[in-house]
């Protein structure tokens, strides 16, 4: 089982040998590829790669699965580092008040947005939850997904909470996808806190950390720290409050405002930091001396219709910059990796090669999977993608909206 030779690669993209950090800066574009190769996968790891001319000595191995791939392309899996993947319904109505002239922020003041998203999480039991999210891991592994996050936030209430990282906990058992869960409580403030949002804080802080981590339900802790949702300060006491459960920061920061979340992000030694839509010198300093990773969510942009995340500016500074889906029902209703691929480049001017960095191996890191998965590397997990037949590897982000993933191969 999981002794797989793949022969004929047309390339091999993203072979990554000796490398133990984000690439941050120019090192984004460096994408190694080896023309006419062969990759060996034994018991669901990268044994070996090399030159069609030098592949010798494996057929012998008991169930060799062997695979031509000529003329195709073979990538490491994407590694989707934010995802709000459980939810309960989707919200093509906010989609059309937004075409009709309201704006995403406005839907969610009179209550629409996330609190919709909570309402209808509420209502769904917990099996049906699994069993539609399962089917959108489904679809994003065709669309060549090897790992994700995903968020609770949905909940907005002790139990529903811990309902949705129950899901997340379900499908990792479940799913083929290496998963990673991270509690985000703190997404927007129920109806009930409206007027003592501080008090909001405490139940995250107080009844809700403690329950996860007696279940062990989450790897990291996320706030939306935003106008009209969550202030500096109570992002800093959330934080503080995440780390004595040992649970580092991915958290939503400057995606309508600066208000100084990047540097609290930092400073609580966050993982990566994510939207970053709007972006000041002073953030860029802080990340520069950072180890955080900055992560931009170009679908988002595109579904919003706000900036783009300026990710030239961030590498031009030498940041570690990952991409991200975002997939969620209210400003990002897809999960396409190849799509965020096209967008980085056609809106964000990023290269292929930057792109596709920035989809595998640095998102591997912005999940702390760098060890195992996100590169073609000897002793790696073999999660990768074969492509369909493709002219070049540009082809990839340049012919937006088609699917290019023949086959995703994943070992868990
Ligand atoms: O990353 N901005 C906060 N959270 C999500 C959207 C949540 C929603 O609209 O349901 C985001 O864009
Ligand atoms: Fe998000």
Not at 71 to 100: M, Q, W, Y
Not at 179 to 199: C, M, Q, R, S, V
Not at 268 to 292: F, K, M, P, Q
Request: glycine residues 8%.
């Amino acid at each position: 089982m999981g002794n797989i030779l793949i022969k004929n690669i047309k390339s091999l993209a993203g072979i990554l040998e000796g490398n133990a950090a984000p690439l941050r800066g120019e090192q984004l574009g460096k994408l190694e590829v080896l023309e006419n190769a062969y990759l060996a996968i034994e018991d669901g790891r990268i044994a070996d790669y090399g030159k069609m001319e030098d592949l010798a000595g494996i057929t012998n191995w008991t169930d060799l699965e062997v695979i031509d791939a000529e003329g195709k392309f073979v990538l490491p899996a994407f590694c989707d580092s934010h995802t709000h993947l459980v939810f309960a319904a989707t919200r093509e109505g906010e989609f059309v008040d937004r075409i009709n002239g309201l704006t995403y922020e406005e839907i969610g003041k009179k209550g629409g947005g996330i609190l919709n998203s909570a309402r209808r999480l509420a209502e769904m039991p917990e099996e049906e939850l699994v069993a539609s999210a399962l089917k959108r891991l489904d679809l994003v592994k065709s669309q060549g997904t090897g790992a994700i996050e995903i968020k609770s936030g949905y909940g907005l209430s002790v139990e529903a909470e811990l309902k949705m990282l129950r899901v997340i906990r379900t499908l990792k058992q479940k799913s083929d996808l290496t998963i990673k869960a991270t509690f985000l409580g703190a997404h927007a403030f129920p109806p009930a806190y409206k007027e003592n949002k501080d008090a909001y804080v405490d139940l995250v802080i107080n009844e809700m950390l403690p329950q996860i981590q007696k279940e062990n339900l989450a790897d990291y802790i996320d706030v939306f720290c935003e106008r009209n949702y969550f202030s500096p300060e109570q992002l800093e006491r959330i934080l503080q409050a995440g780390l004595e459960f040992d649970l580092l920061p991915k958290i939503h920061v400057n995606q309508f405002s600066i208000l100084g979340g990047v540097g609290i992000g930092v400073k609580y030694g966050a993982i990566s930091v994510d939207h970053l839509e709007e972006l000041d010198e002073n953030d860029i300093i802080e990340l520069d001396r950072s180890n955080t990773i900055a992560t931009a969510l170009p679908g988002c942009s595109f579904f919003l219709g706000i900036p783009y995340a300026p990710v030239r500016t961030m590498l031009n500074n030498n940041l570690a910059v990952a991409l991200a889906s975002d997939y969620n029902p209210g400003s990002t209703p897809s999960g396409n990796m190849q799509f965020v691929n096209s967008l980085a480049c056609i809106q964000m001017k990023l290269t292929p090669e930057e792109a596709l960095n920035a989809t595998t191996i640095n998102g591997a890191y912005a999940m702390e999977l760098a060890q195992e998965l996100g590169s073609i590397t000897r002793g790696k997990k073999a999660n990768i993608i074969i492509t369909k037949e493709m002219p070049s590897l540009h082809y990839l982000p340049y012919s937006f909206g088609e699917n290019k993933v023949e086959r995703v191969i994943l070992f868990k």
